[in-house]
Structures are given as C-alpha cells and as structure tokens.
C-alpha cells in the first residue's frame, strides 16, 4: 500500500536528516581518547618517561614525581570516559574535558619533562574552545543503576591496569613475588594500603600513589552517579496518553502496532497540529520508536520532524524498528533516513480461514487432539471480564513466564487487565483437574490488543507448563473462530524475523550464499527462536506484511541492534528484582510479544 504525503522542500529536508556525526566532535572524540592513552602511559611505563629535560627532575621535590605520576594515569582514564561524551556532543563532557586537559598537560610535563606531551594536550584544548558551540547535547535519561555498573567495570578495568602498574618494574621489584601477591598488592593499594611487593627507590611510591589513584576514581565516579538527580526516561503522562487515544480512535486501523504506543515506558512527540504523534524510548543514546507513527498520515512528516529535532537536541541515534512498508517510506523520503527489512508480520483474514483442507490438517488434528483431552476455551473482552479473574490471569501470567526478564518493546503493551484497555481480548483454555493448580482450571491465556475498529493484534501467549503441548494453537483457532461475533475481521499474530531468507533459503535452486545466510539464522534460533516462529505463524496460512527497520548509518546498525535487543529484553543490563519481590504486583511489566513456549518448539 501506497500513501501520499505532501512534498516537502530540500532545505526542510536536509534539517530533518537529523543528528549525521559532525565531523569535529567525532574528531575531537577520537583525540581525547589517544590523549587519555598517552596521559595513562606516561603514568604508567617508566621507559615512556624518558626526555632531553630528564637533567631538570634533580632539582624538582623528590615526592613530586609520583604524585605527578598519579595525576596523569587519573587524567587520562577520565578523558578514556569522556571520549565518547564528546563524540555525542554533550556539554557536561565538554565541561570536565577543558577541566582535565590542562591538567593532563601539567602531569605530562612535569612528571616526563615531556614538550610533546604538553603540546598534544594544549593541541586538543584548543579545538574545543574553539568549537564549544559544537557540544551543546542534553543529558541522557539515566539512573542510579549506573553507579552500579560504574562500580563493576571501574574496579575490573582498575584490577586490570593495576596489575600492570606493579609488574612495569622488574628491575626495582624486591625478589620475585607471585601472582596471588601482586593482585594482593593491587587490592590493597585502591585501598590505599601498603601491599606485601616490595620496591626499591622511589617506585615504590609511584605504584602506591597511582593505585591510589585508580581506586580514588572509582569511589569518586561511583559516588557521583549515585548521588547525582536522575534524569528518568520520559513516560506517558495522562494527557498524552488521552491524546494517543483519540488519535487511534481515528486512525488505529492503518497500523496493526498502532495500539502499542500505548505502553506507559515511551515518550511522544506530536506534531503541531497535533493530528500525528510518534512514540519512543531512549535505550543507551538510541531514541527508538517502533511501528508507524499514530494519527492522519498527512500530519507525519510533522511528528517525524519533532521526533528528529529531539534527537538532535540529546545527539541520540535516531531508528525506527518495526514500521510498515508505508511508514518506511515516509520516513526515508522526509529525513533521508535509510531502511533495511527486517521480516515479516503473520496477519490472518477471519474471513478466509477454515480448518478444512490438507494444509490445516496437522493444526486440525492437534486441535482435536486437545480438545478431546477435555480443554474448553473462552473468548471474551476484557470488560467482560470480572476483576478477581482478571488478577487471577495476571498472576498466572507473570507465574508462568518463561524467564526472569520481561521481554517485549515494538509489540507488547506490558499490562493485561488496565481499565482504559476494556476492548482488548482475552482467550482462555481451561480443564477440570483432580487436583487443581494455584489458578483454578486457567491452563493458557492470549492476550490480544485492539487494530482499529475490526482487529486484533497478539500482544501475548502465556501456558501452564504441565498442560498438554498445543495451547496456543487452540486459543489462536478459538480466536479466529470467534472473531466474528466479535466484529473482528484480521488477526494479527507474530512477526517473523527474517522470514524471506528462511522461506527462500529452503527451497532448490537457492543459491550458497542464501544458503549460508540461512543456516546462520537456523543456529541462531537456538536463542532467539527465529525459525520455530516463522513455522508456528505458517501454519495459520497468513498473508505476509514485511516490517522494517529504519537507520541512519550502517556504522549504527550494531548500536541499534544492541539497544533494540535491550529494549526487547534480550539484553539486561540492570540487575532485576527478585521475582518473590515482583510477583504481587498489580501492573505488569512489558510483556511478551511472541514468546515461543515449548509447544511452538515442538511444532
């Protein structure tokens, strides 16, 4: 399908292109992580500290060269963490770099006698002077869990610079200690502790003071992002929310994700006539929204261009996971963005399906199977619904989920049973045991979230472990078959990653190199059940809608990757709670989309 979107001209254009990496804070990145290398091994190596000016350190404070010694390793791992700040453009990194590098440039000279070392670092200072304008970037959301893993990664990478600050003098070194005393010796000294290595001559001091120094970065660093005030990721306010419905009250059939904007973790932008919107979250510097934007078409290029001026002011990478192949359009024609197919969304056709014929023979049979085994199901909106089996589903749901992270960002809502979500469905299968369970006769759930006026869009799949395989393929078949009562014409369930390549990879004639692009995704499903999804979709003979990704640069697809694998839950960089701790809850964390449970393995 094809829409029309006024033109737009290339000045506007060329503005909404949005945050390209401007070639001087990338450069000036880039030389501040070289200084940050240098100020470390002057601080570090004694053969790295020899110059014409040696004859001038006989007059200098015999106590002065390890301080210096420990200024310079300090200086130089800071600008190593500024660096990348910098290459975004952020101010506070502007801030603390013109701060260190004069200092950088002290140590250098004072503790090598090193001219180079001080120009290098005065040669850095001057560009951002005289470029400040260039880093101008908001602060990103965060949290104090960064504390936390500043903690972890400053003391491995201390531990590790540590063991070679007490190993660069042999020669100094009093006897030969072993391995387990120098780490011991390196603990102690972040500590400020005298180890049990012994040294002659002032090295001693200098490895004291410059293990000091690490371990007084990384107390200092973790101290500060604890203490500092949390800049949150946006969320959903009332308002906002109000207004997302309005708009899909209008426009929510154009897009099956349409309703997932709805997820209370994104923020939005609208445009100024406020007819479109686009959702978004930020994870690790990538602003990523998912789907197509909401609301009249005609009003997108409006929202993209808030969307775009958003991520320009925070110097975030901007991506889209997930928009239709008229979303994608619109969105490569107005920023000059780029786009790359991801696979496929399984949409079926109420109308069209029947469990008749040799192609639905094997989920016809499993479908009889189950329910003969004595399975029911039932159908129903979430209105209908009473609240003491509604928090009965919601318990079961977080219960019997498959891992301890919630999984689901482009296609999951991440609550079941909220109040202003009464149109969404429910489907239930259920069996009388002898012994019944914590939920009574509840055996599996699928949650469902409303397309426009006459869809559904799977939002989630849940089933007790110890009920028979088939579940899902039970609901999925009492879904489609109650759809019309419902007033409910299309179906929307998985997306399949990659599905082109699966499909076309299998069949003869495909060539090596689509082959071995297949065979890779077929390991890979291992993890990430790329396959076992495309197969479970395929049997329900949906019609194939491709869903894509939108980018800016091929150098961001491997960032982009990782933060959509976060915000997916795939990747967990924070330590979650306890699921004792979590499973009382009355509002669900973001939920799964798909979620292949083993009943989808052994289809």
């Not at 990338?26 to 500290?49: H, M, N, Q, S």
């Not at 915000?567 to 009382?584: D, H, I, K, S, T």
Request: aromatic share 8%; hydrophobic share 45%; with cysteine.
């Amino acid at each position: 399908m094809s829409t029309e979107v006024p033109g737009r001209s290339s000045r506007v254009r060329r503005m909404l292109r949005g945050p390209r990496p401007e070639v001087v804070p990338a450069l000036v990145g880039r030389a501040c992580a070289v200084v940050g290398l240098l100020d470390i091994a002057a601080g570090v190596f004694p053969r790295f500290r020899h110059s014409r000016m040696h004859a001038l350190a006989e007059v200098l404070p015999g106590s002065f060269g390890p301080f210096a010694a420990a200024l310079s390793l300090s200086a130089g791992v800071l600008l190593l963490l500024l660096a990348h700040g910098l290459k975004r453009r952020k101010r506070r990194a502007w801030r603390a770099a013109v701060a260190l590098l004069p200092a950088g440039a002290a140590a250098q000279f004072v503790y090598r006698h090193s001219t180079v070392g001080l120009i290098i670092s005065l040669a850095l200072l001057a560009p951002l002077l005289i470029h400040r304008k260039e880093f101008a970037a908001l602060p990103d959301p965060r949290s104090r869990w960064r504390a936390l893993a500043n903690l972890i990664l400053m003391s491995a990478g201390s531990l590790a610079l540590g063991m070679v600050i007490v190993s660069v003098h042999p020669h100094r070194m009093v006897g030969n200690p072993s391995l387990a005393d120098r780490l011991t010796h390196v603990v102690y000294g972040l500590f400020g502790f005298e180890g049990p290595v012994d040294y002659q001559g002032n090295a001693s001091w200098t490895v004291a003071f410059s293990l000091g120094a690490l371990g007084w970065l990384t107390a200092v660093t973790t101290i500060y992002l604890a203490f500092r005030p949390e800049h949150p990721a946006a969320r959903l306010t009332e308002e906002d929310e109000a207004q997302l419905r309005a708009l899909l009250h209008k426009h929510g059939s154009r897009d099956s994700l349409g309703h997932f904007a709805l997820r209370r973790d994104k923020a939005v932008v609208f445009s100024p006539s406020g007819k479109a919107a686009v959702t978004y979250r930020v994870v690790s510097g990538v602003m990523l929204a998912s789907g197509d934007p909401i609301g009249d078409v005609e009003a997108w290029p409006g929202a993209i261009e808030r969307f775009m001026d958003e991520a320009k002011a925070h110097s975030w990478t901007p991506a889209v996971v997930g928009c239709s192949e008229t979303g994608g359009e619109v969105w490569t024609r107005e920023t000059g963005l780029d786009a790359l197919e991801l696979g496929d969304e399984a949409v079926v056709d109420v109308a069209d399906f029947s469990l008749a014929g040799r192609a639905m023979r094997n989920v016809r049979q499993m479908v009889k199977r189950i329910e003969r085994a004595g399975y029911e199901t039932r159908v129903r909106r979430i209105h209908d619904l009473g609240e003491a089996e509604l928090e009965r589903i919601r318990r079961a749901a977080e219960d019997w989920r498959g891992t301890d992270t919630e999984r689901g960002f482009s296609m999951a809502l991440g609550r079941i049973g909220d109040p202003s979500d009464g149109d969404c469905l429910i489907a239930t299968a259920h069996k009388q045991d002898d012994e019944p369970g914590p939920y009574g006769d509840l055996k599996a759930i699928l949650h469902f979230v409303p397309w426009g006026t006459d869809g559904a869009s799977l939002e989630l799949m849940r089933r007790d472990r110890s009920a028979d395989p088939g579940m899902n393929e039970l609901l999925i078949v009492a879904t489609l078959q109650a759809a019309p009562k419902l007033g409910i014409k299309q179906v929307s369930l998985n997306f399949a990653m990659f599905r082109s390549a699966l499909a076309r990879g299998e069949k003869i004639g495909a060539g090596p190199v689509l082959r071995a692009w297949r065979g890779l995704l077929v390991f890979l499903s291992r993890w990430f059940q790329i396959e076992s999804l495309y197969k479970f979709n395929a049997k329900f003979q949906p019609r194939w809608e491709p869903r894509f990704l939108v980018y800016r640069a091929s150098g961001d697809l491997a960032r982009i990757g990782l933060a959509i694998m976060q915000a997916e839950g795939f990747v967990n960089v924070a330590l979650p709670l306890p699921r004792f701790l979590r499973r009382r809850r009355t509002v669900e964390r973001p939920c799964a989309h798909a979620v292949a449970e083993r009943d989808v393995r052994a289809a």
